[in-house]
């Protein structure tokens, strides 16, 4: 019997360093070359991406330009070019809808297939991937490591094992042979100050953290727990979601005492704000029409709404127009609720085609800098001081 029987197959698609390898495709004199998208080596601007040349020197994503330039003044630096990078990420995303229309696009470089509907059309998932893999090429010109698994977890973690242009397949019946020896910060939601606690457990690898009971990891991670004993045994139910549309994303908390003080009201809006611009930089999208909403102690509830000249994904401008909409309310009562909600929303590419003020441009590249920061240390490695 086919091991894959009653199994999903699903391949993580992800694109070797997609904006320098578009850029060196477009130039064929820049192959083999150092190659830094993001700027101008004397722009206040942060890597974008790099050249796997480029990355012999140590530049990687979200460096400061002016730090990629120490390291390698050879390197040739370009601005982002969103509207090519855009357009042939649709080229890349027709072609996986040749094959299925179970896609979800992580981003303009990667993305998730669910082809388990289509081998009875298109052959195994295996073939289909190696077809996906060499069409893009064929077509593109550009390479992509593929990892094909039963779940989205494992796939994603199969793509990333042989890059650039890897194909890595883990089977239904070898998932623990293959989780087993990585080390334990490869899970999702293991970062930096996690991971110490791990290691403080004698916990290093999967297969450590796979021994211990989900009890054991519940008292020491809380709610996390759970989803590090999932993982670790190679479990993901996530579907592959097509086609989703995002309308607005928004955060709101509900208290344990009624409040109507108005520092500790901003001082929760920070929090949200926070919360709501790390969504929308993840989904790469932005809102012009900033919402709040308010419950009072009696249940009646009152949203207010601003929408700015232009879109955003910047904590501080979402905090500040939030702070603004509680100002104009009166606070007759206390508070039981508050939140906040960014809709009319925007491809973030697109809006990155305006022309910002260098201040502006400054602020979101710091901002892409602390995501990737909190991301890969967690994220308690970087608080406010208001939130403290």
């Not at 991406?49 to 480029?54: I, M």
């Not at 102690?297 to 603004?324: G, H, K, M, N, W």
Request: overall charge positive; proline content about 4%.
């Amino acid at each position: 019997m086919d091991v894959w029987t009653n199994h999903r197959k699903i391949l993580h698609v992800d694109m070797d360093a997609f904006y320098a390898s578009v850029e060196q495709r477009d130039y064929p004199t820049l192959m083999g070359k150092p190659v830094v998208v993001g700027g101008r080596p004397n722009s206040r601007g942060v890597v974008s991406a790099a050249s796997y040349e480029a990355r012999n020197y140590g530049i990687r994503s979200a460096m400061p330009i002016a730090e990629a330039a120490r390291r390698c003044p050879s390197a040739v630096f370009l601005p982002v070019n969103g509207r090519k990078y855009r357009e042939v990420s649709s080229q890349i995303r027709q072609i996986f809808l040749t094959y299925t229309p179970m896609v979800e696009p992580i981003s303009l470089d990667e993305a998730f297939l669910d082809v388990t509907g289509s081998t009875s059309l298109f052959g195994p998932g295996d073939k289909i991937a190696l077809t996906i893999k060499e069409r893009i090429q064929q077509e593109l010109n550009l390479t992509a490591s593929v990892g094909m698994a039963c779940n989205k977890f494992l796939a994603k973690l199969a793509s990333d094992l042989k890059k650039p242009n890897g194909f890595v397949i883990v089977q239904p019946n070898e998932i623990q042979e293959f989780l087993d020896p990585l080390p334990v910060e490869r899970i999702w939601g293991v970062g930096a100050k996690t991971a110490e606690k791990l290691h403080i457990h004698k916990i290093k690898t999967v297969r450590d953290l796979r021994r211990l009971e989900l009890i054991s990891l519940t008292k020491l991670f809380g709610s996390l727990g759970s989803q590090l004993y999932q993982l670790a045994q190679g479990i993901d139910d996530r579907p592959v979601e097509s086609d989703r549309v995002i309308k607005s994303v928004g955060r709101e908390t509900t208290f344990e005492v009624d409040i109507g003080d108005y520092d500790l009201l901003e001082t929760t809006l920070l929090k949200l704000a926070v919360d709501v611009g790390r969504s929308l930089r993840k989904e790469s999208l932005k809102g012009k029409t900033v919402t709040l909403k308010v419950r009072y102690a009696d249940f009646q509830t009152l949203t207010r709404s601003r929408t700015l000249p232009l879109a955003t994904d910047l904590d501080d401008v979402i905090y500040q127009e939030a702070c603004s909409l509680l100002r104009e309310l009166s606070l007759k009562q206390p508070l039981r609720l508050i939140g906040i909600t960014l809709s009319n929303l925007t491809d973030q590419v697109q809006n990155q085609l305006s022309l910002f003020e260098e201040p502006q441009l400054e602020r979101e590249n710091l901002t892409k800098v602390l995501d990737l920061v909190k991301e890969k240390y967690g994220e308690q490695s970087i608080t406010r001081a208001r939130l403290l």
